[in-house]
């Protein structure tokens, strides 16, 4: 076991490694200091005097963090990694987002959680605060405190979004759906296009009304007062939060035309492509559409893993041609254009013009099926850009939202 400690405003807090590790202390303190003095300057104040992030560093890739109220436990590996940077950045991103939970569900409950009843569920539409809020939070504070640049912070923002962009079930159920939803198949993925996360939809969602309240405010009000307001008045209130007062503060915050995004992003089934094009301007961004280098996923909707030497189906999109002829997610293609595939399925899809043919096994059995070309693209990337001739005062508000130059 390995241990070290700093302090903020006067609070302690305890970090814990154990497993094989090789940590550089210095960096890893200077770190988790700035990410903890941005959450304790918004916040003003701690909910426990003493604070332990334990972190449990295995042997093999492991990437999980659970939220108690004055510690964290976190487990990452492999632990000889911990300083590479992609999983140092896990490390910090979790971290981030664990910590801020002592705030956010482990203090302020929504009115669903206030008191567990262990002998039966306890359903909440509220997911996309209580999960949403902490996962938008956790990487905002990264950016904040310097440990994220423009480039990373975007980065983190485009995969929820991509997710988002991805996931047909936003199109079967709101993300207030799926937050009561979370007690029937909880974090594994389940039938494909069934619901959505309170995790991704959830962060997205906060971002909107965090950008919304900026704009109609004028740059005078964020997110950051109306949860700092929620919190102050309801983390000692006996009947915790209701969405009534999260959409109250939100109004006085802003105006009255924020609850289109209450009606239209958190219970309508629905894409946010549109409101987030109408929104990003307000810090001098747009979402950037970027269609797939991938002929099978661009053209046909079908999107594959190879594992060993087979390519099997990892998702389908609905409506797509790929749909359309009967490919399902784990179907195995065997052949395509009359070419045995091994790894080089977009180039087989291209010796063909206007469609392809593909042998595929499907449930044991080998099927041949021939796709004709769509004339709309799939699987296109949606991606955070700057607007490079954006006005003064929206950089203005970019820096005042992520505490990064323009």
């Not at 700035?34 to 300057?41: G, H, I, K, P």
């Not at 939060?241 to 992003?265: P, V």
């Not at 041949?368 to 699987?379: E, G, N």
């Amino acid at each position: 076991m390995q241990h070290r400690s700093y302090s903020v405003n006067d609070y302690q807090f305890h970090i814990w490694l154990y497993g094989e590790c090789q940590p550089d202390w210095t960096k890893i303190i200077y770190d988790f200091e700035a990410f903890t003095r941005v959450q304790l300057d918004m916040m003003k104040s701690f909910p426990v005097a003493e604070y332990h992030f334990l972190v449990l560093l295995l042997p093999y890739r492991f990437y999980h963090g659970v939220e108690h109220k004055a510690s964290t436990v976190l487990a990452l590996g492999p632990g000889y990694q911990l300083m590479n940077k992609e999983m140092y950045s896990d490390l910090m991103g979790v971290a981030s987002h664990e910590l801020f939970h002592a705030w956010n569900v482990k203090t302020l409950r929504p009115h669903d959680f206030v008191k567990y009843d262990y002998t039966k569920e306890n359903y909440s539409r509220l997911g996309w605060v209580y999960e949403g809020f902490t996962t938008y939070y956790g990487d905002l504070f990264l950016a904040r405190s310097k440990f994220f640049n423009t480039h990373e912070f975007f980065s983190e923002l485009n995969q929820r979004i991509q997710k988002h962009k991805d996931n047909y079930g936003r199109f079967r159920s709101s993300v207030a759906e799926s937050s009561f939803d979370t007690w029937l198949d909880g974090y594994v993925p389940g039938v494909p296009n069934r619901k959505t996360s309170i995790y991704d939809e959830g962060c997205i969602v906060a971002m909107m009304l965090d950008l919304y309240i900026r704009r109609s405010s004028k740059g005078k009000n964020s997110l950051d007062d109306l949860y700092v307001h929620l919190f102050n008045d309801f983390s000692t209130h006996e009947n915790g939060y209701r969405e009534s007062d999260i959409l109250r503060l939100a109004i006085s915050l802003s105006d009255k035309g924020i609850e289109e995004i209450f009606n239209q992003a958190i219970h309508s089934r629905k894409s946010y492509e549109e409101m987030l094009q109408d929104l990003l301007p307000t810090v001098g961004c747009w979402l950037s559409t970027i269609p797939s280098k991938k002929n099978h996923e661009q053209w046909y909707g079908l999107r594959v893993i190879v594992e060993g030497n087979i390519t099997k189906v990892l998702s389908v999109l609905p409506g797509s041609p790929a749909e359309i002829a009967g490919i399902a997610k784990d179907d195995e293609i065997s052949s395509c254009n009359g070419w045995k595939v091994e790894g080089n399925l977009t180039e087989l899809c291209a010796l063909k013009d206007g469609g392809t043919n593909l042998a595929i096994f499907s449930q044991k059995k080998e099927k041949q099926i021939t796709l004709m070309k769509s004339s709309t693209t799939w699987f296109n990337t949606l991606q955070i850009v700057k607007i490079e001739d954006a006005d003064p005062f929206a950089r203005e508000l970019f820096t005042a939202w992520t505490n990064l130059d323009w």
